[in-house]
C-alpha cells in the first residue's frame, strides 16, 4: 500500500511569490492534515480536512490555504511568500478525523524562500 | 489547551545502552498520546500510540512506552540502543475535540558507538 505522497519536494521561492504544494494520502484514507516544521518553532499545526471540508485550522495568517477534492486529494497554498516560510511541510493521512486515529505522515516539501 | 513537554533536546547513549526518552503531557481530558521518529530528511514514523487500551505500548523497533496518568508522562523506553535508532524523536498529544496533534519540541538521540 502506498504511503502519503507529497509533490514536489524540494522546491525554492522568492519573496512576495505563491506555492502550492500537494498531497495524495493513503488509499482509503478520508481525512487529510498538514503540519509546517521549522528549527524555531518545531511542528505546528496547520489545518485539517475531511470530506472536503475544512476541520479544524491552527494558528497561522489567512496566506495559507488549503482545500480538499473529492478523492480526498489535497493541496495547500500560500501566498505572498515571506522569507519566515521557508520550511518542511508535512502532510498526514488518517482513515477517519477525530483524536486516536492513527496519522501516517508523507515525507514533506521543503520549501526555500529567497 | 493540550501539551507536551519533552525533557532533553538531545540524549546520547551507548550502543546496547537503555534508551529512555521523556515526554509529560498536560490535559484537562483524557489524552491520546503518540511517539513519531524522524529520520534526516524524511518525514514522521509513528512508533506507537496510547488510546487508553493499555497502559504499556510496544511499538516498532523495539521500542515502548508506559502511561501513568499520575505523573502525567508517557516516556519512551528501548531496552538496548542501535546504531539505527540515532533520529529525532517526537512525542505528540490530541484530545477528543481538538484532534490535531500538537508536538514536542523533540529530542535528537545520538548513538555512541
Known amino acids: 500500500k502506498a504511503g502519503v505522497t507529497q509533490t514536489p519536494r524540494y522546491l525554492i521561492k522568492t519573496r512576495g511569490q505563491q506555492v502550492t504544494l500537494s498531497c495524495s494520502p493513503i488509499?482509503?484514507?478520508?481525512?487529510v492534515s498538514w503540519y509546517q516544521q521549522t528549527p524555531g518553532q518545531g511542528l505546528q499545526f496547520l489545518f485539517e480536512?475531511?470530506?472536503?471540508?475544512?476541520?479544524n485550522k491552527g494558528n497561522f495568517p489567512g496566506r495559507f490555504s488549503g482545500r480538499q477534492f473529492s478523492n480526498s486529494r489535497s493541496e495547500m497554498n500560500v501566498s505572498t511568500l515571506e522569507l519566515g516560510d521557508s520550511a518542511l511541510y508535512l502532510c498526514?493521512?488518517?482513515?477517519?478525523?477525530?483524536?486516536?486515529?492513527?496519522?501516517?505522515f508523507g515525507e514533506g516539501s521543503w520549501l526555500t524562500v529567497v | 489547551a493540550q501539551s507536551v513537554t519533552q525533557l532533553g533536546s538531545h540524549v546520547s547513549v551507548s550502543e546496547g545502552a537503555l534508551v529512555l526518552l521523556r515526554c509529560n503531557y498536560s490535559?484537562?481530558?483524557?489524552?491520546?498520546l503518540f511517539w513519531y521518529v524522524q529520520y534526516p530528511n524524511q518525514g514522521l514514523q509513528l512508533l506507537l500510540k496510547?488510546?487508553?487500551?493499555?497502559?504499556l505500548v510496544k511499538g516498532i523497533n523495539g521500542f515502548e512506552a508506559e502511561f501513568k496518568k499520575s505523573e502525567t508522562s508517557f516516556h519512551l523506553t528501548k531496552p538496548s540502543a542501535h546504531m539505527s535508532d540515532a533520529a529525532e524523536y517526537f512525542c505528540?498529544?490530541?484530545?477528543?475535540?481538538?484532534?490535531?496533534?500538537?508536538f514536542g519540541t523533540g529530542t535528537r538521540l545520538t548513538i555512541i558507538p
Open positions: 498526514a493521512s488518517s482513515l477517519y478525523s477525530g483524536a486516536g486515529n492513527t496519522i501516517y
Open positions: 488509499s482509503g484514507h478520508r481525512s
Open positions: 480536512y475531511f470530506s472536503e471540508t475544512q476541520r
Open positions: 490535559s484537562s481530558v483524557p489524552p491520546y
Open positions: 496510547y488510546t487508553s487500551a493499555a497502559t
Open positions: 505528540a498529544v490530541s484530545v477528543f475535540g481538538n484532534e490535531k496533534l500538537t
